[in-house]
């Protein structure tokens, strides 16, 4: 069975491709890159916040936001051609 991928208004769903995904395979996803380095308490605070911020703006349910958070390290992170572990 293919897999196939919808980005759908308002989030993403993956679906089989038998048939278009239903209203409630919508979901929202966020995806945070960020620095390496941040405590798993600035980690908890974060989400929280996010998702908080979603559901009032976006008029989603907590249990539906999804959050992604992906540590980079600033020698992977390059803006202007020169990496971040480079830079002052």
Known sequence: MEIERA????GGAIFD?????????????????????????QKKALVKALTEAFVA????TPDSV??????I????????GVLASDKA
């Open 57 to 60: 703006t976006a008029g989603s």
């Open 17 to 41: 491709g038998s048939a278009a995904p239903s209203r409630r395979n919508r979901m929202p996803m966020i995806r945070v890159e960020m620095y390496a380095g941040r405590s798993p308490e």
């Open 73 to 80: 390290e600033k020698s992977d992170w390059a803006t202007g």
């Open 7 to 10: 980005h759908l208004a308002g």
């Open 66 to 71: 999804q959050i992604v958070l992906q540590d």
